[in-house]
């Protein structure tokens, strides 16, 4: 029990923290961007305790699906997030760099992009921790396990799966910037495509999205949903071993779209003729 206990909050714990990893590494050009990731962590911890408090009343919500709700709406909340900052980031991309080698600049074009990544680190922390403090909630009442015991396997779980996060982004952090970006954004696409595969899946299991239900492939021989690998996987790219023909064309559409965004975001400006750039000096 102690020994499942653990794996399953490290599980939980370690989806969190690589999403948590890949942003940190992602922003970390930008000057108090850990001021902006420790506040979505908070919002999303304190939030998590909140909506698993509020469980039972929740799922009482029409006619029962109250929960589903409540998944779908944090699900599309994130996807929505993971979107904008991946469209607004290669459009500030430069300037953040430039910016960030003059101590104490102001950093205002990249705010909203920030405030994104805040919003869905604040969302995968709420989404995780909702279901680590339920199921301890859960073994707490039912079984007859010391509580010291248990606390001390929660705590040996979360300290393993934030481990992974910080190793995950010491990592990234000797990679050039200019590679480090392109990476990480691939990463966050990745990640958003993965949200828009669980969202399909669970639109289905509420039975709100019943086309495409057939299973596309099966690997839960070779990488089950539920073993490190298929965990590590599905942090860090979404995987999912039996994924249906909707979760793996939301996935891939979530992905193509929003890189077509992105990089429409930052295609380059038209270049100037030489009269136009002579009609855009200042008058002498």
Not at 22 to 49: D, K, N, P
Not at 207 to 233: E, F, H, I, M, Q
Request: hydrophobic residues 55%.
């Amino acid at each position: 029990m102690l020994f499942g206990t653990g794996l399953i909050v490290f599980r939980e714990t370690l989806e969190a923290a690589l999403f948590i990893g890949i942003v940190a590494a992602a922003t970390r050009h930008l000057a108090g961007r850990t001021r902006w990731l420790m506040l979505g962590v908070i919002a999303g911890v304190t939030g998590s305790v909140a909506l698993a408090a509020s469980m039972d009343a929740i799922t009482a919500w029409a006619d029962g699906l109250g929960q589903d709700l409540v998944t779908v709406a944090l699900l599309g909340m994130a996807l929505v997030l993971l979107t904008l900052h991946a469209i607004q980031a290669p459009a500030h991309a430069q300037q953040a760099r430039q910016e960030a080698k003059r101590i104490g600049s102001s950093l205002d074009a990249d705010t909203a992009s920030l405030l994104a990544l805040t919003g869905a680190v604040a969302l995968a922390v709420l989404r995780e921790g909702a279901e680590t403090v339920l199921f301890v909630g859960g073994t707490l009442s039912g079984s007859g396990v010391a509580h010291g015991q248990l606390l001390l396997s929660v705590t040996f779980g979360l300290a393993l799966g934030a481990m992974a996060g910080a190793l995950l982004y010491r990592g990234l952090g000797g990679i050039s910037p200019k590679r480090l970006f392109t990476i990480t954004s691939g990463l966050i696409l990745l990640i958003a495509g993965g949200l828009a595969s669980q969202l399909a899946r669970t639109l289905n299991q509420a039975n709100w999205l019943t086309v495409l239900g057939d299973k596309a492939w099966d690997l839960s021989a070779w990488v089950p949903n539920d073993s490190a690998l298929g965990t590590l996987l599905h942090g860090l790219i979404g995987y999912e071993a039996n994924p249906s023909e909707m979760q793996l064309l939301s996935y891939l559409a979530a992905v193509f779209l929003i890189a077509l965004a992105a990089y429409r975001a930052r295609a380059p400006l038209p270049k100037l003729t030489a009269q136009e750039r002579c009609d855009s000096l200042p008058a002498q």
